[in-house]
């Protein structure tokens, strides 16, 4: 099974709070779980990456929790902006292809 | 360090008609993926490029067809047109014929009427 459930589908969140988006999977295969932050009329951009050995990664203003045993997979942002809003998908990795989550449409209000 | 670059940025075309892309890949990438983005949802694997060779093919019809050339740049060609084939064309490079981390391109917005 390559699907990818991915939640919400749209998210606001106030300036300053703590936006949550949640992935989960069912191809144990799976052995990289990136996500991507797209804005309107632009390709993906690459934001953090996590392996399945790690259980957390942080980087910057971004995380992401990693529960193998679950299958699943979220990413949080810390203190989101404005500038923050974006669709976000989540994607595994199996073989030489991404399967990507459906997008989550964050929006964050000043 | 050159980022992934693709061509045209918008295409029309009609139903029947044929359609070329393509896809310039990250300085010192060799492997190619194409990706389709239907509005409003999340990439689907087309199929990638490793060595000038098909390396993987997703859930797409023979009218959906590739090359990759010697520089690692790489082409991606559809067929007999429908108006479902309306999307977005993504191409991410890569580094290896595994690479899980993969880079794309701003993409080819095709419309067919």
């Known amino acids: 099974q390559q699907q990818v459930k991915q939640s919400p589908q749209s998210l606001i969140v106030q300036k300053g709070g703590i936006s949550i988006i949640n992935c989960a999977y069912e191809?144990?295969?799976?052995?990289?779980f990136p996500w991507y932050q797209q804005f309107p009329g632009k390709g993906p951009a690459l934001l953090i990456a996590?392996?399945?050995?790690?259980s957390e990664k942080k980087e910057g203003r971004f995380t992401i929790s990693f529960n193998k045993s679950a299958k699943q997979f979220s990413l949080h942002i810390m203190d989101s902006q404005p500038g923050d809003s974006a669709t976000y998908f989540c994607?595994?990795?199996?073989?030489?292809?991404?399967?990507f989550g459906g997008g989550t449409r964050l929006m964050v209000k000043p | 360090e050159t980022g992934v670059t693709q061509s045209p940025t918008h295409l029309i075309k009609t139903r029947g008609q044929q359609v070329t892309l393509r896809c310039s890949s990250q300085?010192?990438?060799?492997?190619v993926s194409w990706y389709q983005q239907a509005l409003g949802q999340g990439p689907q694997f087309i199929f990638q490029?490793?060595?000038?060779?098909?390396?993987g093919r997703g859930n797409f019809p023979p009218r959906f067809s590739g090359l990759q050339f010697p520089n690692y740049s790489s082409e991606l060609n559809v067929n007999a047109l429908e108006l479902d084939d309306s999307a977005l064309y993504l191409c991410?490079?890569?580094?290896?014929?595994?690479?899980?981390?993969?880079?794309f391109g701003p993409g080819t917005r095709l419309t067919v009427l």
């Open positions: 490029y490793y060595r000038e060779e098909e390396n």
């Open positions: 994607a595994a990795h199996a073989g030489n292809m991404l399967t």
């Open positions: 300085s010192g990438h060799n492997t």
């Open positions: 996590i392996r399945p050995d790690v």
């Open positions: 191809n144990t295969a799976f052995d990289y």
């Open positions: 991410a490079s890569s580094l290896g014929g595994r690479g899980s981390e993969q880079f």
